[in-house]
């Protein structure tokens, strides 16, 4: 089985579920789920952070994740790589996100 199939082990001791973190993120950014969900809007990066979040908060692997937003596994990785990269290279998105990531850990 190829490891890139599977998501980060879950951080946290309870169960998040993916509508949780949709929800999570449609709050904060402004945007519906179904604008989140929306396969032909593959750059948003509010899409890239529910991709990024539910591999780090749920047990959902990245074909499912993929399966969710009509993208592929691969997509997935790059998707969650790219908003890393970006919170290494950006303080202010670095601290946006460790605001939305609370609310997961509370």
Do not use: H, W
């Not at 999570?24 to 890239?48: D, Y």
């Not at 952070?49 to 074909?63: C, D, E, G, P, S």
């Not at 790219?82 to 950006?90: G, N, P, Y």
Request: hydrophobic share 40%; glycine share 4%; charged share 30%.
């Amino acid at each position: 089985v190829d490891s890139g199939e599977f998501a980060y082990k879950k951080e946290m001791g309870t169960d998040i579920s993916a509508e949780d973190v949709l929800a999570v993120v449609a709050k904060i950014t402004g945007k519906t789920q179904s604008q989140l969900l929306n396969a032909r809007n593959r750059r948003l990066k509010e899409k890239k952070i529910a991709v990024y979040l539910l591999k780090r908060f749920t047990n959902i692997t990245n074909i499912m994740i993929g399966k969710m937003f009509g993208v592929s596994s691969t997509a997935v990785s790059k998707a969650a790589k790219s908003v890393e990269v970006l919170m290494e290279e950006d303080s202010k998105f670095k601290k946006e996100m460790s605001r939305v990531i609370s609310r997961f850990s509370a």
